[in-house]
């Protein structure tokens, strides 16, 4: 299987729409309720924690199987356990009322780098709670079970709409920048990337202005064009590195993590805080479009009127996420740490059309796959024919979707077959 960077971007352009929203601050929103999920990945978590109790930001709880921490994103009182629509599913969730009071329920800083092991540094980051924040909500040490030679510092953020962690990282470098020398230690790793658009170019001065400050990171600043699916993990490792890899970075000795993960290490690395916020844009049909910082598992309605309200009386649908990738909701929900974007677009239902086989959707695909040999297995459910096609190399980037002149949900087929792939290829495992 190849991997290109998008073939047809010299004949496609994907407007980005947010030139406005990378010139506004990120704002702060103090929700009167969060929803806190106790499920992860399909299953129950344990809870430490039960209706009745005060919890502080920061107060555990629950906890996966694998002991994967679930912390409270404000301080009050658990009110109600119910079950809610989240971002990524339906599930019970803990339901907190905010006191606005802000109490944070600290954890001890790492102290100086020099006097922490690297069993400490790893501890540290199992139990801080931090995931892939671009989206994917990858638990962040799992990243880190290997050694490395390469770090890179995502803050591509190729979604359109999407501004948060170009936001919050011109804000925040030093907390990016913090989070470094830890992972240094931990990985073994030699040279460190901070890859970000050629166009961000305030985020990029920023960025090199701290490099400067730090030396002995090697930090390299990197500019890459401004194409879609560049944020791919796959896609900077080949602009960058220009290798290739079957499944993981670490296979060609890279880990990457987004911005906001460096942030949110950084915090509890330095300060021994436990990432509880995530900036999320709220954009599209709303009065005012921006950036907000909120306690994690908002409500997307209550950000939307945060952002003073639709700006539409005809029906909507919420995306969250980006437009490319996201998912879409016509009820309310709970964001989740990983949820970047909360935006709002006219829901106009589109008639799709026969599959033309024009075959745009293979020769757009950054994978190189076959979605319309994948559409058409799937439709036979012809499992076998799915796996040859390696319909779980899907990166649900949704390009195939946008591209198709039928207006099929190519994208949303892709991802049906993929789930039935690694069905089956677990079930040949046991």
């Known amino acids: ?85 989240f971002a990524n599913g339906h599930m019970m969730a803990l339901v907190i009322q905010n006191d606005h009071k802000h109490t944070f329920e600290l954890r001890k800083p790492l102290g100086k780098v020099a006097d922490v092991s690297k069993e400490e540094i790893y501890k540290t980051i199992k139990y801080s709670g931090c995931i892939g924040f671009g989206g994917a909500g990858f638990p962040t040490y799992k990243k880190y079970q290997k050694p490395a030679q390469y770090l890179f510092i995502n803050a591509v953020e190729c979604e359109p709409y999407l501004a948060c962690d ?35 170019e305030l985020l990029i001065e920023e960025a090199i202005n701290e490099s400067k400050k730090h030396p002995s990171y090697h930090v390299e600043v990197v500019k890459v064009p401004d194409v879609y699916p560049m944020g791919y993990e796959r896609s900077i490792i080949s602009y960058v590195l220009h290798k290739k890899y079957d499944k993981l970075p670490i296979e060609v000795g890279a880990i990457v993590n987004n911005i906001y993960t460096y942030m949110m290490l950084g915090e509890r690395f330095i300060y021994g805080t436990v990432p509880v916020s995530r900036c999320i844009t709220v954009a599209g049909l709303v009065k005012k479009p921006q950036s907000v910082l909120t306690p994690a598992w908002t409500l997307a309605s209550d950000l939307i009127k945060f952002c003073g309200g639709r700006s539409t009386k005809r029906p909507t649908m919420v995306v969250d996420g980006g437009p490319m990738a996201g998912k879409a909701h016509r009820n309310d929900f709970v964001t989740c740490l990983e949820t970047n974007g909360v935006l709002v677009f006219r829901d106009k239902y589109v008639r799709p059309e026969p599959c033309w086989h024009c075959g745009d959707c293979c020769s757009n695909c950054p994978m190189d796959l076959q979605p319309v040999q994948i559409q058409m297995a799937l439709k036979s459910k012809d499992i076998d024919r799915l796996i040859t096609l390696e319909a779980d190399k899907c990166i649900n980037c949704g390009l195939c979707s946008y591209v198709c002149p039928a207006h099929i949900d190519v994208s949303n087929n892709v991802q049906i077959a993929k789930a039935l792939v690694i069905k089956a290829k677990r079930g040949e495992k046991k």
């Open 1 to 85: 299987m190849g991997f290109h960077l998008f073939k047809s971007s010299e004949k496609l352009t994907i407007p980005d729409n947010k030139e406005e929203l990378l010139k506004k601050p990120y704002t702060k929103f103090d929700p009167e309720f969060v929803y806190v999920p106790l499920s992860r990945n399909g299953k129950p978590l344990r809870e430490i924690r039960g209706v009745g109790d005060y919890v502080a930001r920061g107060t555990l709880l629950a906890l996966d199987d694998d002991n994967f921490p679930i912390y409270s994103s404000v301080s009050g009182y658990i009110k109600d356990k119910k079950e809610m629509d």
């Open 166 to 200: 170009y936001l919050m990282g011109i804000s925040h470098i030093n907390l990016v920048f913090a989070a470094i020398p830890y992972l240094l230690k931990l990985t073994g790793a030699k040279k460190v990337y901070f890859v970000a658009k050629e166009r961000h």
